[in-house]
């Protein structure tokens, strides 16, 4: 199915919303292409050398095909950030892929660095954030429509339709970060102590130790 046309009209729009919506620290310089092998820790990476700057630098290919989806939520999330397009750093902007399989979900999470918008490549999703009162905003979009989730908030996206999805997701952050609520709470490392979760979520110990046991990661 061609998307081309809604495409075209999302990249103008991620430009406006990049330009309106800066969060990441301006630029100083033309360029300042990430040096991720760098040891520096800094708020962001290191420049390189500017004659070891290529065009490559600025190229990434990785979000341009379908993923194949095989995991329990039914959705893999493929990020085109700095860490993968060196050329973004400074610039306070990136790129995600979500493709969805049929009934598959985005799970309640959120991105610290950045507001989120995403648009409809194919299929229909409900979707919706929670602000810090409690109160959901949630609707329906499906094919070339979009949708904001602001910066910090929970929010998800969930396959509604009987055939796959696929979403863009355009950031205000080169590396916008994202935590799950599911995987920070019961699969940290070490591990949140249980009388913590069960006196938040008002269950027992066997029901904590029974998530847990699932969103452990598979060991090798």
């Keep these: 199915m061609a998307a081309a ?18 969060y990441d620290p301006d630029m100083l310089q033309d360029l300042c292409v990430a040096n991720i092998s760098s040891g520096v820790r800094l708020n962001g990476f290191p420049c390189k050398e500017e004659s ?17 989806v095989n995991n329990s939520v039914g959705s893999v999330v493929r990020g085109a950030n700095v860490e993968k397009i ?21 799970p309640p999470h959120t991105h610290p660095r950045a507001t989120e918008m995403i648009f409809v490549l194919y299929g229909e999703l409900d979707v919706g954030f929670i ?10 979009i499906k094919r070339g ?3 904001v989730f602001p910066r ?48 938040s979520f008002q269950v027992g110990t066997k029901e904590i130790k029974k998530i847990k046991s699932r969103l452990a990661p598979k060991k090798s």
């Design 5 to 22: 046309p809604f495409f075209l009209s999302f990249l103008l729009i991620f430009t406006l919303f990049s330009a309106s919506l800066a």
């Design 152 to 199: 910090g908030l929970v929010h998800f996206q969930k396959n509604n339709g009987d055939r796959i999805a696929s979403v863009i997701s355009a950031f205000n952050s080169q590396l916008p970060g994202t935590q799950s609520l599911a995987m920070t709470l019961f699969a940290s490392d070490p591990p949140v102590a249980d009388h913590v979760l069960t006196k």
């Design 52 to 68: 070891n700057i290529t065009a490559e630098d600025f190229f990434y290919d990785g979000i341009s095909r379908r993923a194949f």
């Design 131 to 140: 602000t810090t009162e409690n109160t959901l905003y949630a609707t329906r």
């Design 86 to 106: 060196p050329g973004l750093n400074t610039m306070g902007v990136s790129l995600s892929r979500i493709d969805f399989d049929r009934d598959g979900l985005n």
């Design 145 to 147: 429509e979009v949708f």
